[in-house]
């Protein structure tokens, strides 16, 4: 599981955390959390890649708020990642393409909101900040686009 879902997730925890030895620690703490409480996934709720994108991507933002409180001077490295971009590795597979092909279809807003909270690793509240608009209407777009996306790659 770690060899199939690990170069993913370090990528979505990279775009996240901007710093290669967080993005590190956000899947290790993930896969330790699966290892640790399998016993509390429900399949009903959704499918384990799901489950286990959304342990790392909290992770993550976790990370990175420690980390603001904890260091003034949070400067991104300016050396490249020598791996392959994750963009590239999802791409590369079916399911990724499936993705990419469902979030085109969507509205430009759900689609918007969607990335910036699960990719950039966005809260509800700082996206209804940044795009000023009601809390309730982001969530509610948010929403409406994972149901679409789910619809989208289901059938």
């Given at each position: 599981m770690y060899d199939a879902e690990a170069p993913r997730l370090y990528g979505m925890a990279l775009r996240i955390t901007r710093q290669p030895s967080l993005a590190?620690?956000?899947?290790?703490?993930?896969?330790?959390?699966v290892w640790q409480r399998a016993d509390r996934f429900d399949p009903r709720r959704g499918t384990a890649e799901a489950w286990l994108t959304g342990l790392v991507r909290y992770r993550a933002i976790d990370l990175v708020r420690?980390?603001?409180r904890e260091v003034i001077d949070d400067s991104v490295p300016e050396e490249a990642d020598p791996a392959p971009g994750a963009l590239d590795a999802m791409l590369a597979t079916a399911a990724g393409e499936a993705l990419h092909r469902c979030l085109s279809a969507l509205e430009e807003r759900q689609r918007e909101v969607i990335v910036l909270a699960f990719v950039d690793g966005k809260t509800h509240a700082e996206l209804a900040?940044?795009?000023a608009?009601?809390?309730?209407?982001?969530?509610?777009?948010?929403?409406?686009?994972l149901?679409?996306?789910?619809?989208?790659?289901?059938?």
């Amino acid at each position: 599981m770690y060899d199939a879902e690990a170069p993913r997730l370090y990528g979505m925890a990279l775009r996240i955390t901007r710093q290669p030895s967080l993005a590190d620690d956000a899947v290790h703490d993930a896969f330790l959390q699966v290892w640790q409480r399998a016993d509390r996934f429900d399949p009903r709720r959704g499918t384990a890649e799901a489950w286990l994108t959304g342990l790392v991507r909290y992770r993550a933002i976790d990370l990175v708020r420690k980390r603001v409180r904890e260091v003034i001077d949070d400067s991104v490295p300016e050396e490249a990642d020598p791996a392959p971009g994750a963009l590239d590795a999802m791409l590369a597979t079916a399911a990724g393409e499936a993705l990419h092909r469902c979030l085109s279809a969507l509205e430009e807003r759900q689609r918007e909101v969607i990335v910036l909270a699960f990719v950039d690793g966005k809260t509800h509240a700082e996206l209804a900040d940044q795009l000023a608009a009601p809390l309730g209407t982001v969530k509610s777009w948010i929403r409406r686009g994972l149901m679409a996306l789910k619809a989208c790659l289901d059938s």
